[in-house]
């Protein structure tokens, strides 16, 4: 059976740190890695994907994976009251059948 | 484009009711994907499509749930008879093979609660 773990949280932060998002899976044949945000009572909208080890920028987002550690972050800078969400990371081994984390909340403190 | 489209945004019936849950995705899209989100399970795939064509019904927890897709621009997730367990949001999502795996988009949902 596969999983994607994520601490439940809430995670807190203050306005303007870094917030830092984890997930682990355990698949390791694992190919593609999705970060969703999911504001209470939405759907999950889709924020970064990323394929390859290392590092993806976009905006004020990085995502991180390490394929050996089947490890893959999200980092958020300069973190937003408007980015308090739950946040859910999702993996897929080459098919359209994702495997999703229950999502960690992350509150972001003014 | 106006997303995926789903009905009803909520519903509310009694135990042993037959319920239907309708989504339109988004036009173009050869992939439709049914998901079930609780608090205690969070997001789990029940069925997904490919141009129409059931891929993976593993996920479909019992016979009392079906799912049809007649044409591309419509799908309908079916629970005869529905037990209050059935109480979730059920999000229909859909994507395009054309490029690559890059997710999903998800429609409002529908919140279901048997009573």
């Known amino acids: 059976q596969k999983e994607v773990e994520q601490n439940s949280g809430p995670l807190s932060v203050p306005e303007g740190a870094i917030a830092s998002l984890n997930c682990t899976y355990s698949?390791?044949?694992?190919?593609?890695f999705f970060w969703y945000r999911q504001y209470s009572g939405k759907s999950p909208e889709l924020i970064m994907s990323?394929?390859?080890?290392g590092d993806k920028e976009d905006g004020r987002f990085t995502a991180q994976l390490n394929k050996a550690s089947q490890y893959v972050s999200l980092l958020i800078r300069d973190s937003q009251p408007s980015d308090s969400a739950t946040y859910l990371c999702a993996e897929s081994s080459g098919t359209y059948k994702y495997i999703f984390g229950t999502g960690t909340r992350l509150k972001v403190l003014a | 484009d106006a997303g995926v489209i789903q009905s009803p945004r909520h519903e509310v019936t009694e135990m042993g009711q037959e319920v239907t849950l309708r989504c339109k995705p988004i036009?173009?899209?050869?992939?439709l994907f049914w998901y079930r989100q609780t608090m205690m399970r969070g997001l789990e795939l029940l069925i997904y499509f490919n141009n129409n064509v059931p891929i993976d019904d593993s996920g479909m927890p019992e016979d009392r749930f079906s799912a049809k897709m007649p044409n591309a621009s419509f799908s309908t997730l079916k629970i005869q008879p529905s037990e209050p367990r059935d109480s979730a949001v059920y999000f229909c999502?859909?994507?395009?093979?054309?490029?690559?795996?890059?997710?999903?988009?998800f429609g409002s949902g529908t919140r279901l609660t048997v009573v």
């Open positions: 990323i394929y390859s080890n």
């Open positions: 698949d390791r044949v694992s190919q593609s």
């Open positions: 036009s173009g899209h050869d992939y």
């Open positions: 999502a859909s994507s395009y093979s054309g490029t690559g795996l890059y997710g999903y988009t």
